[in-house]
Structure formats: structure tokens, C-alpha cells
């Protein structure tokens, strides 16, 4: 019975422990500044990721040779880009995209220098949480389930030789 | 009274050739025979299965890049996939067991397929719902009347009506052999899962490995295989513990059966 539930614990143990090493690294990749946190803090020289909505009409410049500039709305906040890097194949307005760059604290305007894909890992989570644990509880219960009718077997003493009527 | 231990009870359940060595090789007991010497090794099974999940699971989560166009969403192919190639392999399995069934009436048999069954069933189930949560961001819906989303639930349905018939008829035999028919009239569904992509028109992706080659990225294929080989041998380990808990519990009911039968037996013969 201990070892069952020990064996039980170590697999969960393990998963959990898989679960906290997955957040940590999409945490690390994929984290944004929102638009208000950047604009507040001016004086920092680091690139940062921000996330936001293209506006409608604001989009200009030549794409597909990496060059445009508009304006990125998130929430109430709006901030100038200015993107000057790859070729944008997939920018349209009202899109949500994520840019990679630095805000320039004179023209108040951000300078983007890439892009990077959108955090949307909630559907991942769901998909994987979902199957995981749906197997582990069919695992979990079919497990048990033997070791219980073992020990009923066991128990209830059912088994026992067969007597042979005509033995006597 | 004496009782017999119980390793040696496990012994009889489990390890003990069957059927005896001085029972003559036919092909109606290779089969009976296989289930039995494979049920052994049903811990390797597991154990390999963990493995191979784990191993997925990490380069599935951490190691493999994410898609250009999709992002992140594409790790959910390394879930709906193998579960969708499981569920149709499950299925196979429950549609040949089911017809040698009929044939040579097993209930080794008859056992394995009802445990084939209801994991099929559970595998069809998730693949239908992890498919659901990867078209919601990639589509726009949670569901469209697509043909390979129909021809798979209807295999849950073929599933779901299999289940109840072992359930509600009350004679085993009867039971088994209903099913067994139905299971393999319902194998017409499987050539219309896999082929639905290519006969009709349709937002679902078309095969990813086929005779024509491999359509998805190199970095993507080793997750992939990982996850679906684990997926097939943890659906061997589910049918082999499910097997076995079908016919634990059909020896328990004979053995109270018998006890019964035999106090009524004692109460009332003079």
C-alpha cells in the first residue's frame, strides 16, 4: 500500500517539477513590458519586449523592406514605433504584436528592432494540463484498482482449492 | 481450511503459461497465448511509455522552436497527434480482437477488446478536446463541421455505443458478441478519418507523414515520434492493466459464486 502511494507521489513529484521548469523558461522568453511601464520608466537603456495592438491608420512605410512606422495601443496607453529590422510579412492593423527594441527617452518614441511571437501559452497549458491529468487519474484508478482486488482476493480469503465432490 | 498464499495466488494470475505446455499449439490459443506472455512484461511497457513522455514532453515544451506563423501553439501537436494516431490504433486493435471474437470466442479476447475500448475511448475523447482548444486560436472556433472532426467523433460514438451495449445486456456472451459485430461495423470509420483530408475539402491540416514525405519541420519530428511512441506503449500498458482488472474481477465474481452455491448448497441438502 506505502509503495504504491510512494510510487504515486514520485510521479506527481516529477511532473510538478517538469510543470515549474516550463513555466520558468516561457516566463524568461516570452515576458513583456506593458506600454505603461515602459513610458514611466524612461531611463532604460536595455531592449525590452513590448506588446500591443497596431491602431487602425496608422501603419505606414514600405514593409516588406522592414521599414514602418505606427502607432502600438495597449489599453489606454499608446506609444510611437519606429521599426527599422526584418522584412514584416505578417503586420497589418489592429493586430496584436509583440516588438522587440528601446524606447528613445527624447522623442518619446519606441525603436523597434524585431519582432517576436505573441505570449500565448494559455492554450498550450490547457491542451497539456488536460491530457496529463486525464491519463494520471485512468492511470491512478486502474492501479488501484488491481491492488484493491488483490486485496480483496486476499482478504475475503475467496480463494480456495477446489473440492472434488467424488473425492470421498 | 487451508488457504492458498497469496504470491502464489499472483503467480497463477499472472506468470503461469497459458494455456498449459501440454496443450497442443492451434490458432485458436496462439492468440490466448501472446495475451498472456505479453501481459509480463506490462511493467517494461510502462516504464518505457514514462519515459518516452518524459522525454517528449521536455524536448516538446523546452528544446523545440516554436512555429513562425502559430508561436507556442504549435506544442499542442504534440499532444492532439499522438492522441489521434492512438485512438486509431486502439480502434484497429478493438476491430481485429473483435473479429476473432466471432471466430474462435475467446474471452481473453472479449476481455481485451472491452479494455481496448474503453481506452480508445478516453484517447478519442482528448484528442477531440486538445483539437478543439488548438482550432479556437488557429481557426477562430472551437468547432466547425469539418469532415475529419465529424468521421472522429463519430468513432466516439461507435465507441460510446460499444460501452453501453457491454453494459446493458445482461448475458455476457450475448453482450460480447453484439459489440463484437458493432465494433467491426464501425471499423468503416477508420479509412474515412484518414482519408477525409484528401477526399473532401477541409481546414484540417493534411498528414504530416505520408508516402509522399515528411510535411513538418526536422526540429518538430523528435518530439513528435517521441510523444506517439510513448502514447502507443502507454496504451498497451492501459489495456494490459485493464485486461487484467476485467479478469480479476470475473474470477472474484466466479469464486463468490461458487462460495455461494456451495453454503447454499450445504444449508440446504440434508
Same mark, same amino acid.
Given at each position: 500500500?506505502?509503495?504504491?502511494?510512494?510510487?504515486?507521489?514520485?510521479?506527481?513529484?516529477?511532473?510538478?517539477?517538469?510543470?515549474?521548469?516550463?513555466?520558468?523558461?516561457?516566463?524568461?522568453?516570452?515576458?513583456?513590458?506593458?506600454?505603461?511601464?515602459?513610458?514611466?520608466?524612461?531611463?532604460?537603456?536595455?531592449?525590452?519586449?513590448?506588446?500591443?495592438?497596431?491602431?487602425?491608420?496608422?501603419?505606414?512605410?514600405?514593409?516588406?523592406?522592414?521599414?514602418?512606422?505606427?502607432?502600438?495601443?495597449?489599453?489606454?496607453?499608446?506609444?510611437?514605433?519606429?521599426?527599422?529590422?526584418?522584412?514584416?510579412?505578417?503586420?497589418?492593423?489592429?493586430?496584436?504584436?509583440?516588438?522587440?527594441?528601446?524606447?528613445?527617452?527624447?522623442?518619446?518614441?519606441?525603436?523597434?528592432?524585431?519582432?517576436?511571437?505573441?505570449?500565448?501559452?494559455?492554450?498550450?497549458?490547457?491542451?497539456?494540463?488536460?491530457?496529463?491529468?486525464?491519463?494520471?487519474?485512468?492511470?491512478?484508478?486502474?492501479?488501484?484498482?488491481?491492488?484493491?482486488?488483490?486485496?480483496?482476493?486476499?482478504?475475503?480469503?475467496?480463494?480456495?482449492?477446489?473440492?472434488?465432490?467424488?473425492?470421498? | 481450511?487451508?488457504?492458498?498464499?497469496?504470491?502464489?495466488?499472483?503467480?497463477?494470475?499472472?506468470?503461469?503459461?497459458?494455456?498449459?505446455?501440454?496443450?497442443?499449439?492451434?490458432?485458436?490459443?496462439?492468440?490466448?497465448?501472446?495475451?498472456?506472455?505479453?501481459?509480463?512484461?506490462?511493467?517494461?511497457?510502462?516504464?518505457?511509455?514514462?519515459?518516452?513522455?518524459?522525454?517528449?514532453?521536455?524536448?516538446?515544451?523546452?528544446?523545440?522552436?516554436?512555429?513562425?506563423?502559430?508561436?507556442?501553439? #504549435?506544442?499542442?501537436?504534440? #499532444?492532439?497527434?499522438?492522441?489521434?494516431?492512438?485512438?486509431?490504433?486502439?480502434?484497429?486493435?478493438?476491430?481485429?480482437?473483435?473479429?476473432?471474437?466471432?471466430?474462435?470466442?475467446?474471452?481473453? @479476447?472479449?476481455?481485451?477488446?472491452?479494455?481496448?475500448?474503453?481506452?480508445?475511448?478516453?484517447?478519442?475523447?482528448?484528442?477531440? @478536446?486538445?483539437?478543439?482548444?488548438?482550432?479556437?486560436?488557429?481557426?477562430?472556433?472551437?468547432?466547425?463541421?469539418?469532415?475529419?472532426?465529424?468521421?472522429?467523433?463519430?468513432?466516439?460514438?461507435?465507441?460510446?455505443?460499444?460501452?453501453?451495449?457491454?453494459?446493458? @445486456?445482461?448475458?455476457?456472451?450475448?453482450?460480447?458478441?453484439?459489440?463484437?459485430?458493432?465494433?467491426? #461495423?464501425?471499423?468503416?470509420?477508420?479509412?474515412?478519418?484518414?482519408?477525409? #483530408?484528401?477526399?473532401?475539402?477541409?481546414?484540417?491540416?493534411?498528414?504530416?507523414?505520408?508516402?509522399?514525405?515528411?510535411?513538418?519541420?526536422?526540429?518538430?519530428?523528435?518530439?513528435?515520434?517521441?510523444?506517439?511512441?510513448?502514447?502507443?506503449?502507454?496504451?498497451?500498458?492501459? @489495456?494490459?492493466?485493464?485486461?487484467?482488472?476485467?479478469?480479476?474481477?470475473?474470477?472474484?465474481?466466479?469464486?463468490?459464486?461458487?462460495?455461494?452455491?456451495?453454503?447454499?448448497?450445504?444449508?440446504?441438502?440434508?
Amino acid at each position: 500500500m506505502t509503495g504504491f502511494y510512494t510510487r504515486w507521489a514520485i510521479m506527481v513529484g516529477g511532473l510538478l517539477l517538469l510543470a515549474m521548469m516550463t513555466f520558468q523558461q516561457y516566463q524568461h522568453d516570452l515576458s513583456t513590458t506593458s506600454l505603461a511601464t515602459l513610458i514611466n520608466s524612461p531611463g532604460r537603456s536595455e531592449p525590452v519586449r513590448i506588446q500591443g495592438m497596431v491602431k487602425s491608420g496608422t501603419l505606414s512605410g514600405e514593409t516588406d523592406q522592414g521599414q514602418a512606422t505606427f502607432e502600438l495601443v495597449d489599453g489606454p496607453t499608446s506609444v510611437a514605433v519606429v521599426y527599422a529590422g526584418p522584412p514584416l510579412e505578417n503586420i497589418r492593423e489592429l493586430k496584436t504584436m509583440v516588438f522587440i527594441g528601446q524606447l528613445d527617452s527624447n522623442t518619446k518614441t519606441f525603436k523597434a528592432k524585431d519582432t517576436a511571437l505573441i505570449n500565448n501559452f494559455g492554450f498550450v497549458t490547457a491542451a497539456y494540463l488536460l491530457t496529463v491529468l486525464s491519463m494520471s487519474w485512468a492511470l491512478f484508478a486502474m492501479s488501484q484498482r488491481v491492488m484493491v482486488l488483490f486485496k480483496e482476493i486476499k482478504d475475503e480469503k475467496l480463494y480456495e482449492p477446489e473440492i472434488d465432490p467424488l473425492a470421498k | 481450511m487451508r488457504w492458498a498464499p497469496v504470491p502464489l495466488l499472483i503467480n497463477y494470475l499472472t506468470i503461469e503459461p497459458f494455456p498449459p505446455s501440454n496443450c497442443p499449439i492451434t490458432i485458436g490459443n496462439m492468440l490466448n497465448r501472446f495475451i498472456r506472455y505479453i501481459q509480463r512484461y506490462k511493467g517494461w511497457f510502462g516504464g518505457a511509455a514514462a519515459i518516452c513522455i518524459f522525454l517528449g514532453l521536455y524536448t516538446g515544451l523546452l528544446a523545440s522552436p516554436p512555429d513562425y506563423y502559430q508561436g507556442e501553439l #504549435v506544442r499542442i501537436m504534440y #499532444v492532439h497527434v499522438p492522441l489521434a494516431h492512438t485512438s486509431t490504433l486502439a480502434y484497429s486493435v478493438l476491430f481485429f480482437g473483435s473479429i476473432w471474437y466471432l471466430w474462435k470466442r475467446d474471452p481473453l @479476447v472479449d476481455n481485451m477488446c472491452q479494455a481496448s475500448a474503453g481506452i480508445c475511448a478516453l484517447f478519442t475523447a482528448l484528442a477531440l @478536446v486538445t483539437g478543439s482548444i488548438w482550432a479556437k486560436p488557429t481557426w477562430g472556433a472551437w468547432w466547425t463541421w469539418d469532415p475529419r472532426l465529424v468521421s472522429f467523433s463519430v468513432l466516439l460514438l461507435i465507441l460510446g455505443g460499444y460501452l453501453m451495449l457491454r453494459k446493458l @445486456v445482461d448475458d455476457r456472451e450475448s453482450g460480447g458478441r453484439y459489440a463484437a459485430i458493432l465494433a467491426i #461495423v464501425g471499423g468503416i470509420d477508420l479509412p474515412i478519418i484518414k482519408f477525409s #483530408v484528401e477526399w473532401w475539402r477541409t481546414l484540417h491540416q493534411p498528414m504530416s507523414f505520408s508516402t509522399r514525405g515528411v510535411a513538418i519541420s526536422d526540429d518538430m519530428v523528435l518530439p513528435l515520434t517521441l510523444m506517439s511512441i510513448g502514447a502507443w506503449l502507454l496504451f498497451g500498458y492501459m @489495456v494490459m492493466v485493464r485486461t487484467q482488472i476485467l479478469y480479476l474481477t470475473d474470477l472474484l465474481q466466479a469464486k463468490k459464486g461458487r462460495l455461494f452455491s456451495q453454503t447454499h448448497f450445504s444449508q440446504t441438502s440434508p
